[in-house]
């Protein structure tokens, strides 16, 4: 079965720099979430969109954006990146208010 | 707010032993509760998923139960084994919401 699929896996930027993680949800989940997990704690809550629109909103930073397109494919776009914004990113989908969500294998993200 | 407490931190037992592993919400308000594992710098797998209405789920050697008016849900890991090693998180989804909160986790470790 088809999973929920993140690329890039690895991914190391400087400080400073931008730094774009791409999720595709499984075929007709309409629900893309995606969270961040620090080393050694549990993954916190950034943003959803169900439908391509804003569902929920977490503690995201300003410096994040992200949406979800016409395929339902999700892109988490993160900018002025800084020491602390080093994390495994998942993503999860869902369909509809199901709130049975399943996760991608996560980004790492370093950064330098 | 939703907060997620799992009890205990970390557990480390000898192999053979049955477990239970505790989690507690705040808000009854939940749509479900799911279980997750997750090993070192890894993905999140589902384990379970229990809706509101639901009192237990099982699968395998795994068995959750949900007791939504006390904020409690416990997982109970027959016959443990040194595979079973690994994070488990649990989750709750809020009611009129697009989010999942997580617990901070139990690591456990099953020495053969």
């Known amino acids: 079965a088809a999973g929920v699929i993140q690329s890039p896996r690895h991914l190391i930027k400087e400080k400073r720099e931008t730094a774009t993680l791409k999720c595709y949800p499984i075929?007709?989940?309409?629900?893309v979430y995606w969270y961040q997990q620090g080393p050694g704690q549990d993954p916190q809550f950034l943003i959803s969109?169900?439908?391509?629109?804003?569902?929920d909103k977490g503690s995201i930073p300003d410096r994040f954006s992200a949406q979800q397109f016409s395929d339902y494919h999700s892109e988490l776009n993160m900018s002025s990146l800084e020491l602390g914004d080093s994390a495994l990113y998942f993503c999860?989908?869902?369909?509809?208010?199901?709130?049975?969500?399943?996760f991608g294998e996560g980004s790492r993200l370093t950064v330098l | 707010k939703q907060e997620v407490t799992q009890i205990p931190a970390a557990l480390s037992v000898p192999e053979g032993e049955n477990l239970v592993l505790n989690c507690s919400f705040t808000?009854?308000?939940?749509?479900?509760l799911q279980w997750f594992r997750q090993d070192p710098g890894k993905g999140l797998t589902s384990l379970l998923l229990?809706?509101?209405?639901?009192r237990e789920q099982t699968s395998g050697r795994l068995n959750a139960s949900l007791d939504k008016s006390s904020g409690r849900s416990t997982l109970y890991i027959a016959a443990s084994q040194p595979g079973d090693s690994a994070t488990y998180l649990c989750?709750?989804?809020?009611?009129?919401?697009?989010?999942?909160?997580f617990g901070s986790g139990t690591r456990l470790l099953v020495r053969p």
């Open positions: 999860a989908s869902s369909w509809g208010g199901t709130g049975e969500l399943f």
């Open positions: 075929p007709r989940h309409d629900t």
């Open positions: 969109f169900y439908e391509k629109m804003q569902s």
């Open positions: 808000d009854s308000a939940i749509y479900n």
């Open positions: 229990i809706q509101s209405s639901q």
């Open positions: 989750a709750v989804f809020l009611d009129s919401s697009y989010k999942l909160i």
